[in-house]
C-alpha cells in the first residue's frame, strides 16, 4: 500500500547518491581505506600480544610444574606442596595474582592442593601427553589459565594462576594501538580532504572558465597551470578542441557574410531596377529591358541559392551521393555537350579524348563537377584557344583532366583556390556571367564525398590543368 | 551637375546610369579601378559614386589615391556594410557611405546632400531675387508660382547658384553639365541662358563677356 510513496524515496536517494561530489567520494573513499588498514592492523597486533602472551604463561607455568613434579617425587606426602617462590616474581605480587595447584593420582583421587583452589580447577578428562612439542593440556577459563601434567604415577598435576597482570597489559596495549590508530585515522582523514581538494579544484576552475565559453565567446581557454598532469592534459585536450571549433565557427561566419555579401548586389539591382522603372511612364521597350535585367539578376541568385544549398548540405554531410553504376567518360561527354554554346560564344574549341571509365558514384553530382571545371576554363581562358578534356581509367581510379591555354593561376592564388567565394581576380570573369566563387569549392566537396582528389598544375601566362581523380571500388 | 559612377557589375552600373541621368545629371560610367581614377582624375566631377570590390584597382585604393589631389566629393556605395568597412572608408576620405541594397531616393537625397555641402550650401533651399529655389524638389517659384524648368535647364540654374557671386566660365559649365560621350554644340548653353532669363527674368544671370555667366549675391 505504501509502494508509491517507496518508489518516490528510492529515486531521491538514488539521486542523491548520484549527487555526490567527486570530492566527498575521493575524501569517503580514503578515509576508509586508511580506517580499514588501521584497524586491521590494530586487531592483528592486538591478537598477536594475546597469543605471545599465553605462550609465555604456558611455558611459565610448565616450569612451575616441572618444580612440583620433582618436589612431588622428592617427599612420600603430597599435602605439604608449596609453588616456588621463585614463580612469585613472575606470576605477581599482588593476592589476586596468586596461583594455585591440584594433585590428583591415577584413579582420580585428588591428593592435595593449594588453599584457594577455584571451582573450575577439576582434572582433566583426557590423558595429558608426556610427549611431544606441547606435554601438557593447557586450559583457559575467563582470566584462568591452568596447565595440566601426567605425574609418574599416572596422576594428574594441575597448576594455574589468572592472567590479571598480563590482562592489565593487554589492556593498555589495546589503549596505546587505539590511540594511534586514531591519530593516523584523523591523519589520513586530512590528507584525504588535500587531495581531494588538490584534484577537484582545478576541475571546478575549469568547469567555471567552461561556463562562460558559448557559441558568443569561443576566445576563452582554460588554464593549465599548476594541476595534475592528467587534468593539464584534459585542458590541453579541451582547447585543442575548442580551437578546431572556433575556427570552424569563425569559417563559418565569414561564409555567411561573404554569402550575404554576394547576393547583395544581384538584390541591389532588381529593388532599383524595378524602383526606377516603376517611378514614371516607360516604353515598352524599357519595360523589356527592365525586366530582362530583373531576369538576369534572379538567375544570378538563383544559382547562388543552389550552390549555397548543396554546400550547406555537404557541410552537414548529408549530400546525400546516389551510389550508382555510371561512367565518367558518358557523363564528361553531355556536359561537354551543353557547354558547347557557352564555348561557341568565346570562339574556344572543346577537345575531348574520352574512354570507358565505369565507377559507382552520383552522375548529377559528378556531371557539376565536369561543368563547374570546363566553365571555368572558358571562362577564365583566353579567347580563341582550345580547351582539352579527357576522361580515361586505370586499375583503380578514373580520371578526369581538364586543360586549358588561359591566363593561368597565379602562385600565391593557388592554395586559396577551392575557398569559398574565394576569386582570383575579377577582371578575367565575362561580365554577363560571373561566377558565384562558388564553383571550386563545390567541385572539391563533391569529389571528396566520392572519396577522391583533385590536383591543380598551373603556370601563369602557360594554362592551368586540372585533374580528378576517382577511385572506382570504394567511397565513402 | 556631372557625377562618375564607378562599379564593376554591368547590371548596376547602367541602372545607376539611368537612375542619375534621368534625375538631371551628366553622367560618366567606368567599370573598373583603373579606369575609374583615371576619369576621376581628369575631370571635375560634381560626385563620385564609387564601389570597394574592383578589378585591377580595388575602391579602397581608388579613394586613397584620388584624396591625395582631389576633393571631389565620393559616395561609396558598397555591399560591404560592416562597421569597420563604413569606419574605414568615411576614414581614407569617404564623404558618405550607402550599403548595398538601397533605395533610389535615399541615393539620390545623399547625392544632393553631397553637392549642396561641398557648395557651401548646407540649407536645402536658396533665394535669389525675388525666386525661391527648392534644392530638393528641384523647383523654382515666384510669388507662389511654379516655375517650370527642364531638367538641364535646371541643372545649368542650380550649378550657377550654389555658385552665386562667383563667374562660372562657359567650360567649367560644359564640364558640369555634359557627360564625356554628349556631343552637343558648344552654342546649346546660349540656348539654354536665354531659356533661363526668359522664364526666370532677363536680370538673374548676368554675362561677363569673354569670361562666363554669374548670378549676382
Same mark, same amino acid.
Given at each position: ?10 529515486? $531521491? ?79 605477581? =605480587? ?35 601427553? $608426556? ?66 581538494? /588538490? ?8 568547469? !567555471? ?6 557559441? %558568443? ?7 593549465? %597551470? ?12 579541451? !582547447? ?5 571549433? =572556433?575556427?570552424?565557427?569563425? %569559417? ?35 519595360? /523589356? ?30 549530400? !546525400? ?15 561537354? /555537350? ?83 567565394? #574565394? ?49 572506382? !571500388?570504394?567511397?565513402? | ?23 538631371? #545629371? ?114 523654382? $517659384? ?65 554675362? %561677363? ?9
Amino acid at each position: 500500500m505504501s509502494s508509491p510513496s517507496d518508489a518516490g524515496s528510492t529515486t $531521491t536517494a538514488a539521486q542523491h547518491q548520484r549527487d555526490w561530489s567527486l570530492q566527498s567520494l575521493l575524501i569517503a573513499s580514503h578515509a576508509g581505506l586508511v580506517a580499514i588498514v588501521v584497524l586491521g592492523f590494530g586487531i592483528s597486533l592486538l591478537a598477536m600480544t594475546i597469543h605471545a602472551t599465553y605462550r609465555q604463561a604456558e611455558a611459565d607455568l610448565l616450569g612451575a610444574a616441572q618444580v612440583l613434579l620433582q618436589d612431588l617425587g622428592s617427599r612420600n606426602d603430597p599435602s605439604g606442596l608449596v609453588i616456588s617462590e621463585l614463580y612469585a616474581h613472575r606470576f605477581g =605480587k599482588a593476592s589476586r595474582d596468586h596461583a594455585y595447584y591440584a594433585v590428583w593420582d591415577a584413579s582420580g583421587q585428588m591428593l592435595a592442593s593449594s588453599k584457594a583452589l577455584p571451582p573450575h580447577a577439576v582434572r582433566s578428562a583426557t590423558v595429558p601427553p $608426556t610427549h611431544g612439542p606441547r606435554p601438557f593440556v593447557a586450559r583457559s577459563q575467563g582470566i584462568y589459565l591452568d596447565v595440566i601434567v601426567a605425574t609418574p604415577d599416572d596422576g594428574q598435576l594441575l597448576i594455574g594462576r589468572p592472567l590479571a597482570k598480563e590482562f592489565d597489559g593487554l589492556g593498555w596495549t589495546a589503549a596505546r594501538l587505539l590511540t594511534v590508530g586514531l591519530i593516523c585515522l584523523v591523519l589520513g582523514g586530512w590528507g584525504a580532504i588535500w587531495l581531494a581538494r /588538490r584534484i577537484a579544484k582545478p576541475i571546478e576552475r575549469m568547469s !567555471n572558465t567552461a561556463e562562460r565559453i558559448t557559441s %558568443r565567446n569561443l576566445s576563452e581557454r582554460l588554464e593549465a %597551470r599548476q594541476t595534475p598532469r592528467e587534468i593539464t592534459r584534459l585542458a590541453i585536450v579541451i !582547447n585543442t578542441m575548442l580551437d578546431g571549433l =572556433k575556427s570552424s565557427f569563425d %569559417r563559418q561566419v565569414r561564409f555567411t557574410a561573404d554569402a550575404s555579401h554576394e547576393l547583395r548586389t544581384p538584390v541591389s539591382v532588381v529593388l532599383s531596377q524595378a524602383d526606377f522603372t516603376l517611378s514614371r511612364e516607360r516604353t515598352p521597350e524599357q519595360y /523589356r529591358e527592365a525586366l530582362e535585367t530583373c531576369l538576369q539578376s534572379a538567375r544570378r541568385m538563383k544559382r547562388l541559392v543552389d550552390d549555397l544549398l548543396v554546400l550547406s548540405r555537404a557541410d552537414s554531410g548529408c549530400l !546525400n551521393l546516389r551510389h550508382e553504376s555510371t561512367d565518367l567518360s558518358s557523363i564528361t561527354e553531355q556536359a561537354v /555537350r551543353l557547354l558547347q554554346p557557352l564555348a561557341d560564344r568565346r570562339n574556344i574549341r572543346l577537345q575531348t579524348d574520352l574512354h570507358s571509365a565505369p565507377l559507382i558514384g552520383d552522375a548529377d553530382r559528378l556531371s557539376q563537377v565536369v561543368t563547374n571545371l570546363v566553365t571555368n576554363s572558358i571562362q577564365y581562358g583566353d579567347m580563341n584557344t582550345t580547351v582539352w578534356i579527357e576522361a580515361f581509367a586505370k586499375p583503380d581510379a578514373a580520371f578526369l583532366v581538364v586543360r586549358d591555354t588561359g591566363p593561368g593561376i597565379p602562385l600565391a592564388d593557388q592554395p586559396h583556390l577551392f575557398e569559398r567565394f #574565394y576569386r582570383v581576380d575579377r577582371v578575367r570573369t565575362q561580365e554577363e556571367e560571373t561566377g558565384t566563387g562558388l564553383g571550386l569549392s563545390l567541385v572539391a566537396e563533391i569529389v571528396a564525398a566520392h572519396g577522391g582528389t583533385i590536383q591543380v598544375a598551373s603556370t601563369e601566362g602557360t594554362g592551368t590543368t586540372m585533374a580528378v581523380q576517382i577511385p572506382t !571500388n570504394s567511397h565513402a | 551637375m556631372r557625377i562618375l559612377v564607378i562599379e564593376d557589375q554591368a547590371d548596376l552600373r547602367r541602372l545607376l546610369q539611368g537612375i542619375l541621368e534621368e534625375d538631371g #545629371y551628366a553622367v560618366d560610367v567606368a567599370a573598373d579601378g583603373a579606369d575609374g581614377l583615371a576619369k576621376a582624375q581628369v575631370w571635375p566631377y560634381d560626385a563620385i559614386v564609387l564601389d570597394l570590390m574592383l578589378p585591377k584597382i580595388d575602391g579602397w585604393d581608388v579613394l586613397e589615391q584620388l584624396r591625395e589631389t582631389h576633393k571631389t566629393p565620393v559616395l561609396i556605395l558598397s555591399a560591404r556594410d560592416a562597421l569597420a568597412d563604413r569606419v574605414l572608408g568615411l576614414d581614407i576620405g569617404a564623404d558618405d557611405y550607402l550599403s548595398k541594397p538601397f533605395e533610389r531616393p535615399e541615393l539620390l537625397a545623399r547625392l544632393r546632400a553631397l553637392i549642396r555641402r561641398t557648395a557651401g550650401q548646407a540649407k536645402s533651399t536658396l533665394t535669389i531675387k525675388n525666386l525661391q529655389v527648392d534644392l530638393i524638389g528641384r523647383t523654382i $517659384t515666384r510669388d507662389d508660382e511654379i516655375i517650370t524648368l527642364t531638367a538641364r535647364e535646371y541643372m545649368l540654374f542650380e550649378y550657377l547658384a550654389l555658385h552665386r557671386g562667383k563667374v562660372v566660365t562657359r567650360t567649367e559649365l560644359y564640364d558640369h553639365l555634359f557627360d564625356e560621350n554628349d556631343e552637343t554644340l558648344s552654342n546649346l548653353l546660349d540656348v539654354y541662358i536665354s531659356y533661363l532669363r526668359k522664364k526666370l527674368g532677363a536680370d538673374v544671370i548676368e554675362t %561677363r563677356r569673354g569670361l562666363g555667366y554669374v548670378i549676382p549675391e
